[in-house]
């Protein structure tokens, strides 16, 4: 079990939904659900099975940018503000 139990993944959920919101409307909705398979597997993982603090920006930033890449965690860190 994660150290802190029940962690606070809000910060984690408005990057997703910034994430799916930028490839809406792009219009590449099969690749962004690609991705957004892969980037939840690798969240999930290192949360549960890795015990990683997942919650904390610099560590899912780390995990964003190792999945989708610099310049689409950049977007996703952006416009996840608009979710606040």
Request: charged share 30%; proline share 2%.
């Amino acid at each position: 079990m994660p150290e802190g139990f029940p962690v606070k993944t809000l910060t984690v959920m408005r990057a997703l939904c910034a994430f799916t919101s930028l490839h809406e409307e792009e219009g590449k909705e099969e690749e962004a659900q690609k991705k957004l398979v892969a980037l939840v597997d690798v969240l999930l993982r290192k949360l549960w099975v890795e015990h990683e603090k997942v919650y904390e920006q610099d560590v899912f930033a780390g995990i964003f940018e190792d999945v989708l890449g610099k310049e689409e965690t950049q977007k996703s860190e952006s416009l996840s503000y608009h979710y606040t």
